[in-house]
């Protein structure tokens, strides 16, 4: 079905299938595959009533960590949605330089800028092995054509992918470094938690430089931001291991104060002896 796929398809792993019944249902010539209503499942969205669920089955492809899903210019005729791992899409200028555009992960759509001149315009890469659900695009269409409910949810989850690219855009133009760095952490953990996993601790799958592009700013700005964070108490690090041990305040900051001023208000908590510890927020500049 994707002749340009063919070098990097893996067979579904059966730790990926959720049940014994649904490996007895879904297994098709090695491979796994899920019908209607866990796509929509997966998306968040109602299942379209009027369609049989059943008859529709949408392929599962895996993906090792490196491996590219889909390149710049290449034909566009397929819609991916990540079941499991985490990934990137960039823009490559002619210099070879990765502009990083988001961090795609479970229940989020790939593929969507492909659908307006029928070739990708952005390149997804595994950062870790995933497992995505290939929607054909014409499939898609042709049941939109006949199904009207499954197109206006499918419009939505689109719209959705679109409102969140906006909210990055205008993040970008109106926080400081360090309140980027603190969004970033946030959204991070809330994602986490949709998914099932810890809010409070979990690993970073990108790089530091990846987080800088993706945010504007430098490496250097990313690393020194988070050790920052880390010196005040808002989170631990720990290689690429994040504790979110204020959120609240990771949430509303706006600017951290000079370094000297952290380390003055820090020595002056440590000299009050029996006094309780200051809160992180109280070291947050309010300006």
Request: net charge positive.
């Amino acid at each position: 079905m994707l002749s340009t796929q063919a070098s990097v398809a893996r067979p579904a792993s059966p730790a990926t299938v959720p049940s014994p019944s649904m490996e007895a249902g879904r297994q098709r010539q090695g491979r796994l595959w899920s019908n209607l209503k866990e796509v929509c499942d997966l998306l968040h969205i109602p299942a379209a009533c009027t369609i049989a669920t059943e008859e529709l089955l949408f392929q599962h492809v895996q993906f090792k960590t490196g491996q590219r899903i889909h390149t710049i210019g290449q034909p566009f005729d397929t819609l991916y949605i990540v079941n499991s791992g985490f990934l990137k899409t960039v823009l490559i200028d002619e210099f070879g330089n990765e502009q990083v555009l988001s961090f795609p992960m479970k229940g989020d759509m790939l593929g969507v800028d492909g659908i307006h001149t029928r070739h990708y315009s952005s390149e997804a890469v595994a950062l870790s092995d995933c497992d995505l659900i290939l929607l054909p695009f014409k499939k898609l269409t042709a049941l939109g054509r006949i199904h009207l409910e499954l197109e206006n949810m499918m419009y939505g989850v689109m719209s959705r992918e679109l409102v969140r690219e906006q909210a990055m855009i205008g993040m970008l133009g109106a926080l400081s470094a360090e309140a980027r760095v603190a969004r970033f952490l946030v959204s991070l953990a809330e994602r986490f938690a949709q998914m099932g996993y810890s809010s409070k601790l979990f690993n970073l799958r990108m790089t530091r430089h990846e987080i800088g592009s993706y945010l504007g700013l430098t490496l250097e700005t990313v690393s020194r931001t988070l050790s920052a964070f880390n010196e005040i108490g808002l989170i631990s690090v720990d290689q690429r291991t994040i504790g979110i041990k204020d959120a609240e305040a990771l949430k509303t900051l706006r600017r951290l104060p000079p370094s000297r001023a952290r380390a003055r208000q820090q020595a002056t908590a440590k000299g009050k002896a029996g006094a309780e510890p200051a809160a992180p927020a109280q070291l947050l500049a309010s300006a």
